[in-house]
């Protein structure tokens, strides 16, 4: 994973509908994975280059306090490369 990495988490369908929507129109950033992680929370995982991803989280953070409530968002420059299967446990065998 040579891209840095951005998390956001939100509350409820339509905040994350909103929030991603804002992300993928606002940078050159792509939708990396959607996760139901409980209680309502939906964290959008976002992959690019740095620039982007930094605006995109903002911008996707702004969107989402429009709308509902951000729970936390995360920007990873250079993420370790096991990161993402520690993230997705499920995608082990994928790369």
Do not use: W
């Not at 139901?36 to 929370?41: C, D, E, M, Q």
């Not at 951000?70 to 990161?83: H, K, M, N, T």
């Amino acid at each position: 994973m040579n891209q840095s990495l951005g998390i956001i988490e939100v509350i409820g369908m339509a905040t994350a509908s909103s929030c991603i929507d804002a992300m993928v129109k606002s940078a050159f950033v792509e939708v990396h994975e959607i996760k139901r992680t409980g209680s309502g929370l939906i964290a959008v995982m976002i992959r690019g280059d740095l620039a982007s991803v930094q605006v995109a989280i903002e911008i996707g953070a702004e969107a989402a306090s429009r709308l509902g409530e951000v729970a936390g968002l995360s920007v990873i420059p250079r993420p370790y490369e096991g990161l993402e299967v520690l993230i997705s446990p499920e995608k082990k065998g994928d790369s």
